[in-house]
């Protein structure tokens, strides 16, 4: 297929890279010109306007926002309302809230321009891993990006299969899944985040209650001084507690055995808060996820070991760099 990609930053220059190696056709923008020239040199056609990347585009048009949430992606997602037509498809790829998503999806219909939120999980990995995608949308425009929804995502792997999932078919064990119309992707992604702060937080405090299980406060034949690498990496053999997300810990331990270069200072992407809010709107609790959201927000004032820890996965899986001035 051809789609065009509009912005080209951690994940949406790797997204592009990913597609042309499956063969698809990739029109490519960026506010910075030459990095869409870069990929001009593998494979990519280089746009040099969002009205240039329209043009080049073929119809029916498929668009992929890869922009920070907010006022930017909003503009973007405008701006192309007034240049697609009827049938084209823009999808939104970022961390959007859902109720953007469905008032924009309602305002594009008006022009018959299909819209498809896209929650994009992978991080700086995805270019050799593939992306899981959470999608939401109508089901004529989701359908027909299939093979773009199929190239980037990680497909079965070596992953083994679910005990009874051959019954249930679906794309799910392929890595992408269509959530729902309209808003249902990027809801499924929030609540992703929102686990992920949760057991990113667990992780945290356990490598930090183990770290200062030397202190000199307790009894001398209570102390245990740990190696924390060699934890960590004995915890991803076999361990019940095994994660990516471990692993990412345990890479950042084997370099830096005492974090020495992160601040503990933790930023949060949004979503934390968006889904502790949809827990209050639907009346669910959400003691864990609540309490690792506020354990960022003091991190901002008083850094303990755990929050290196946090920082450390935030820069392993998303390329994440907390200002070292807020240390």
Not at 241 to 267: K, N
Not at 275 to 297: G, H, Y
Request: proline residues 4%; glycine residues 12%; neutral net charge.
């Amino acid at each position: 297929m051809q789609l065009g990609i509009l912005g080209l930053g951690r994940m949406g220059a790797n997204m592009a890279r990913r597609l042309l190696r499956g063969g698809h056709s990739v029109v490519v923008w960026n506010r910075d010109y030459a990095k869409a020239k870069e990929l001009e040199a593998e494979g990519a056609v280089a746009a040099k306007s969002v009205e240039d990347m329209v043009r080049l585009l073929e119809r029916p048009r498929a668009a992929w926002i890869m922009l920070p949430a907010g006022d930017v992606t909003e503009q973007m997602v405008a701006k192309l309302g007034e240049l697609l037509e009827a049938d084209d498809v823009v999808i939104d790829g970022g961390n959007t809230f859902f109720k953007d998503d469905v008032r924009r999806a309602r305002a594009l219909r008006a022009k018959r321009v299909d819209y498809c939120d896209c929650g994009t999980s992978g991080g700086v990995w995805g270019l050799e891993r593939g992306y899981c995608l959470m999608i939401g949308g109508p089901k004529p425009a989701v359908a027909r990006l299939d093979p773009i929804w199929k190239t980037l995502a990680p497909g079965r792997g070596d992953i083994p299969r679910t005990p009874g999932r051959e019954k249930l078919g679906g794309t799910p064990e392929l890595g992408y899944l269509h959530c729902g119309p309209a808003g249902a992707g990027h809801f499924v992604k929030m609540v992703h985040n929102g686990i992920e702060y949760g057991v990113m937080q667990a992780y945290a405090e356990g490598f930090d209650i183990l770290k200062n299980a030397a202190k000199e406060t307790l009894p001398e034949d209570e102390r245990f001084d740990l190696n924390l690498a060699d934890v960590s990496e004995l915890w991803r053999r076999g361990s019940v507690i095994g994660s990516w997300l471990l692993d990412l810990t345990a890479i950042a331990f084997a370099g830096s055995p005492q974090l020495a270069e992160y601040s503990g200072y933790v930023q949060d992407s949004g979503e934390g808060r968006w889904t502790v809010q949809a827990a209050i709107d639907e009346a669910v609790p959400a003691e864990v996820i609540t309490a690792a959201l506020f354990a960022r927000f003091r991190s901002r004032q008083d850094h303990t070991f755990a929050e290196k820890v946090l920082s450390a996965m935030r820069k392993g899986f998303g390329g994440h760099v907390e200002s070292p001035q807020k240390g």
